[in-house]
């Protein structure tokens, strides 16, 4: 498969990491000399300087045997032209960035299709989405949500306090007998990430990633030693889209929500817009400005700035005064191992939702897939497919790949932690765990 990417920013050259990475043949577009440096040196693909909406330029690129063209740079009217240039050209499937509120709206949905979008995405909204995931479950340093609802994905890293170091998973699974309400999938340990086996035993400062049932985050949250009462009280610095976004839903739960940001007509703007939401002006790395705003009263402070300097000095000056979690977002993906270091409690980046809904595209039999920063596993969820290997299978009794574990299986709504004995069904749907490896070939036992 060939895909063209669009773009070389944050969003655009993850991507293209990620893709590459799974033996995509991938070009990338970027009019910025220095992005597209930064990109040809580090991955595997073709780098084409110019923009992509210029025909010569999508030539070069391969366009006319390009089967997804993702169109993410900052520039809503370039992504949408670029669409409509590849559609021209006869590529079957585009992904499309669009910031503005009013080319995403119901009212648009004409315009959009004329110009060939056939998904839309925004990474601020998905990021938004993310924290208040993260703010629900206090002390979890990730949160995905699968299969309608009913399955959950929640990282966190264990204490050396916690009452699950030292037993292997074995002995963990026997505890929790006879109906398991969750399953772990990974272990990330001294920079390796793995999917484990019974045998294996939990250490201290283990980043694990645990799949659950719904109903059963509660328990999980106990398990994992985490908060179980979601903040009252959140403080967000920098006064963004994301941070828009995250403020809304919190202050209609009730929650006190404080926005703190620099520029003084963006701050007049939030506080015109945000009703129930305190809008106070000032830089988030001054120590008085924090302060004032008592920032070691808050629950919750989520750093949600462009400047990943900025989001961590504040964070650690937040945890400095006693509050009680804090979030940062972090463009830079070498400064992640560092945040968990420091005692940031969560990082996480705009990045990861482009490329999952990306990858979910490149394999079109994925119901939904999450992937993470730290570690290639990534979680798949399939539909089972009438007539195919899987349908009528037991769990057993099917040839798995040995870097894929099958996590849950939800049968009519109603999800169980997948077992030996389970039963596959067309029209269940099934969450796995998989190495990249792995991911290529499960697909043909679903699909």
Known sequence: MHVIVLGAGEVGSYVAERLSKQGVDVAVIESDPRRLAAVEEKLDVMAIHGSGTHPAVLNRAGIGRAELLVAVTNHDEVNLVASLAAKQAGVNRTLVRLEASELRSDAAAELRSAL???LVIDPDAEAARDILQLLEMPGASEVEVLAGGEVLIVGARL????????KTLHEVATENEPDWEFLFGTISRGGETIIPRGNQELRADDMVRVLCKRAARRRLMDVLDLAVRAPRSVLLLGGGRTAELVALPLARRGAEVVIIESDEQRARELAEQLHRVTVLRGDITDAEVLLDA?????DAVAALTGADDANIIACLFANSQGVGESLAIAHRLE?????????IDAALSPRTATADRVISLVRGEIAGVATFLEGPVEILEYEVAPGSPADG???ADMDLPEDLLLGAVVHDGVPEIARGHSKLAAG???VAFAMPSAAERVGSLFA
């Open 116 to 118: 060939g979008a056939d």
């Open 159 to 166: 204490t050396a306090e916690s009452s699950l170091v030292g």
């Open 294 to 298: 008592d920032v070691g009263k808050f």
């Open 335 to 343: 400064l992640l191992p560092m945040l968990t270091e420091i005692g």
């Open 393 to 395: 299978a037991v769990v």
């Open 428 to 430: 269940d749907h099934v």
